[in-house]
């Protein structure tokens, strides 16, 4: 059975930074993609970032360079390291997965499995 557990969420003041881990198992294959989505309070969840097997990754336009996705060494840990941190960034984190592509994962095309989140504040 494949379980996400993320880790990581705080609280921070914009401008501040935080790095979400998100930790994969129970997968008998290895090539399948790991994606990062938000949902704030009354808003619809957004894909945030996604990284394929490959190394493929994208973004949403709203954290491009200030966000940046990773796999850590063991490959079944999926990082988000947040900098620059603003107000709207504020939201439950989700980690999910998919045997899709990066673009599509974004759109929530095909992912199978996640995440309980992890809850991120940026305070003004």
């Known amino acids: 059975q494949v379980h996400l557990v993320e880790s990581g969420g705080g609280s921070v003041q914009t401008g501040g930074s935080l790095t979400l881990a998100c930790e994969v198992s129970g997968y008998t294959d290895s090539n399948y993609c790991m994606a990062w989505f938000r949902q704030a309070p009354g808003e619809e969840r957004e894909g945030v970032a996604a990284?394929?097997?490959?190394?493929?990754?994208s973004y949403a336009e709203s954290v491009k360079g200030r966000f940046t996705v990773s796999k850590g060494s063991a490959e079944n840990t999926l990082y988000l390291q947040m900098n620059d941190l603003k107000p709207e960034d504020t939201a439950t984190y989700l980690c999910a997965t998919g045997f899709i592509d990066s673009d599509s994962a974004l759109r929530e095309l095909g992912m199978d499995h996640w995440g309980k989140g992890t809850l991120v504040t940026v305070s003004s």
């Open positions: 990284l394929a097997f490959d190394g493929t990754s």
